[in-house]
Every structure is written in C-alpha cells, then in structure tokens.
C-alpha cells in the first residue's frame, strides 16, 4: 500500500508539472518565440538630407557689344542686364544677320551657378548664368530663348556664351530654332556680380 501510494504521488506530481509547463509553453508564445527578430528595428534611419543651398544672389552684365559666332554672326547689344533672382531689370537684347531682333520681354527661368570657371574680379557667387525667357521677335511676341553666359574673367575673351531663339509658336521641344549659336567671346566682356537680395 506504502508503494501505491507513492508511485500515485509520483504520478501526480509529474501530471502537475507537465501541465505546467504546457500552460507556460503556450502554442502563441512557442509562435512568438519563433519569429524572427525585427531587423527593421535594428537599423537606424538615414540622416536628414541636408538642406538645398540657397540660389546664387546675383546678376550678369555684358560690357560693351558682345559678338560672337560665325554663321550666323550674333551681337549681343550693349548693356545688357539679367538677375538670378529674376527680379527686374532684366535686359537682353540679341541681333543677328538678316536684321532679325530678339528683345527680351520676361526671363522666367534662372539658373546661377559656380564652376570651376574662375569669374575673378570682381568676386561673385556664380560664374555661369543659364536663363529662359520670352520676348518679342521681329516684333513679334511670344518668341523662346534659352541660353547660357560664363564668365571666366578679365578680360572676355575666355568668357563663352551660348544662344538659341524660336520663333513665336514653336515648340522649343520639338521645333528648330531660328538661332542656335555657341562660342567663346570675341568682343566685349561677360561680367558677374554679387548682389544684394535682401
Ligand atoms: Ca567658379
Ligand atoms: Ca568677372
Ligand atoms: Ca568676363
């Protein structure tokens, strides 16, 4: 009877811890326990981007009349004036073989930027001006120009400048232009300044 006894007892004590460890080994848990670790939580976010840099502040004068290009031959007329931050005045007067006239009406893009083209002096946060812009042509409205002026120093015969017009109607995207010409300059002088914007 004492061995019954203790063998129930034993029993009993294994059934309990059995149990036990069911209830602790729950299926969820053992499913829990298995997946595997969150390795989206381990890496660390990429750094903030930094923040864009402010546009250039300033304005491209051309000195004297600007010639360039061989055919056609393009003048670019004296005193011109454009800003990088569009504001007014803002000046460009282009002619070339033919008696044809481009006059700017609105430059509406303006992109200042530094290079390694040295634009000294006088200092400047840019050397190269690329533009867009609408004007009249022949007198007529609504005519494209895109071009580009680097100043690479004094004086202009290292500066270079690139023009290209369509006539009013013309898709820029699709279309010739009427004027496409690029080159260094052989007259006149391509000048970047500093500028004030506040
Ligand atoms: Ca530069
Ligand atoms: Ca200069
Ligand atoms: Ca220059």
Do not use: Y
């Amino acid at each position: 009877m004492k061995n019954l006894t203790f063998v129930l007892f034993v029993v009993l004590v294994f059934g309990l811890f059995f149990i036990t460890c069911q209830e602790a080994m729950s299926p969820d848990q053992i499913s829990q326990d298995s997946d595997p670790p969150n390795v989206e939580s381990c890496i660390e976010p990429p750094p903030p981007c930094p923040p864009p840099e402010p546009p250039a502040c300033g304005r491209m004068t051309g000195g004297g009349s600007v010639f360039f290009g061989e055919d056609p031959r393009v003048r670019v007329t004296r005193g011109f004036e454009i800003h990088c931050d569009l504001s007014d005045p803002n000046n460009l007067q282009v002619n070339w073989q033919g008696g044809n006239k481009f006059h700017l009406s609105d430059l509406q893009e303006a992109d200042c930027i530094d290079t390694d083209v040295v634009q000294d002096p006088p200092a400047a946060p840019f050397d190269t001006f690329i533009g867009v812009g609408v004007g009249r042509l022949n007198k007529e409205e609504n005519a494209t120009i895109h071009f580009t002026f680097v100043d690479a120093g004094e004086p202009g015969k290292n500066d270079w400048a690139s023009i290209e017009i369509w006539a009013p109607g013309s898709d820029p995207d699709t279309d010739d232009p009427v004027l496409s010409v690029a080159g260094f300059i052989e007259v006149g002088n391509l000048q970047a300044h500093d500028d004030k914007c506040n």
